[in-house]
């Protein structure tokens, strides 16, 4: 198929393009280049904010059958100080990619949409299905659920196919084939942030150990960000061939959660050292449990995490922050 990856310089969007290339499959990139530095030399990349008029792009593409949209800001806690910017980037850019493929809908097959777990809140449940009431509680979520139902409008008025992805939280780089991996500035994910407390032997804060989980700190469904981009593959094919005006939301997740204090434990023992913490404050809006119901995605396309057993997950993020990640903190 041919794909446009919107958000392809970004951690997700990079290994999920090099994957569909390594499948076969025709893809070209966009990306303003504002927070993803990736850069290879066989993925044609289109240099370009999606909150200006994508006119003069839309030829370049118009051979599209299916869109994947990463393209976007994506930190919650940035998003509480600028809650603006944040709608304002992640729905603009929605839209010119939506008012973009319109041109040429009748060949568009599909459209993947990036969204997150973190549409869910803080919710009682701590196994969460999609069937699950949304509750976001940050701009960043409230921007991806606005997205959501966006593209559900636009595939029920258009008869184009969508797919809404909420991912949880992806760990792991692709050290196979071409490498690519994360590369967050700033970097607020846990697993690099414990790799690197443990490397330069700096504290690694962890937000809270008064929860209500069995150690007192957040449990996290982690995913490989591998097994993520495999979804993408397996819903835009899954997608491309259902009914015309088809929208779904599926979970991407491991269906395991593991606490804060057991990542540093694992990464620890990848990494054969131990990891200075200091305790910190919880952060606003921090649910004690987000593990996602899995059920969904596996009966409804066959896919199945195969990578994302948390010790692997660690291996390979080590793995790729040690030997190629370009930015450092
Ligand atoms: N990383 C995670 O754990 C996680 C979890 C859930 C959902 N997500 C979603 O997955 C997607 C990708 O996340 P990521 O971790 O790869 O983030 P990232 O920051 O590494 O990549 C996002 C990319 O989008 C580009 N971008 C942002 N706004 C743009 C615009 N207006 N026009 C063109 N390009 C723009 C950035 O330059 C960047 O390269 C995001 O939509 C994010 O919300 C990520």
Redesign the pocket.
């Known amino acids: 198929m041919n794909f446009l990856i919107?958000?392809s310089?970004?951690?997700?969007?990079s290994v999920t393009a090099l994957t569909l290339m390594e499948a076969g499959h025709n893809v070209v990139g966009?990306?303003?280049?504002?927070?993803?530095n990736f850069k290879h030399h066989s993925l044609k990349t289109i240099k370009?904010?999606?909150?200006t008029s994508v006119r003069k792009i839309s030829p370049s593409v118009e051979g599209t059958e299916s869109i994947i949209h990463?393209?976007?800001?994506?930190y919650v806690d940035e998003s509480t100080k600028k809650p603006f910017t944040y709608l304002d980037?992640n729905i603009r850019?929605l839209l010119n990619v939506l008012e973009m493929s319109s041109r040429w809908k009748s060949r568009l097959k599909s459209i993947v949409l990036?969204?997150?777990?973190s549409i869910y809140g803080d919710n009682k449940n701590q196994v969460l299905s999609e069937s699950e009431p949304p509750s976001p509680k940050n701009p960043y979520a409230d921007s991806?659920y606005y997205c959501e139902k966006i593209l559900r409008e636009y595939c029920e008025e258009t008869g184009v196919r969508g797919v809404a992805l909420r991912?949880f939280?992806?760990g792991g780089a692709k050290l196979t084939g071409s490498i690519a991996g994360e590369?967050?500035t700033p970097e607020t994910?846990v697993i690099p942030l414990l790799i690197n407390s443990a490397i330069k032997n700096c504290p690694f804060i962890i937000n809270g150990t008064d929860y209500d989980t069995p150690d007192g700190t957040c449990i996290r469904d982690y995913i490989h960000v591998c097994d993520l981009a495999e979804a993408h593959k397996v819903a835009a094919e899954y997608a491309s061939n259902k009914e015309e005006g088809y929208f779904k939301v599926f979970n991407v997740g491991s269906g395991a959660g593991h606490s804060v204090l057991q990542v540093k434990e694992m990464v620890e023992s990848v990494i054969g050292k131990g990891i200075p913490v200091e305790i910190g404050p919880k952060r606003t809006g921090d649910p004690a449990k987000l593990i996602a119901d899995i059920d969904l995605i596996k009966e409804t396309m066959g896919w199945r995490p195969f990578k994302s057993g948390l010790r692997n997950i660690i291996n390979d993020a080590f793995s790729y922050q040690l030997n190629h990640r370009k930015a450092h903190f």
């Open positions: 919107t958000g310089s970004g951690y997700i969007g966009l990306d303003s280049g504002e927070r993803g370009k904010d999606l909150r990463f393209a976007a800001y994506a980037n850019a990036s969204s997150t777990c991806k991912y939280n992806v590369e967050h994910h």
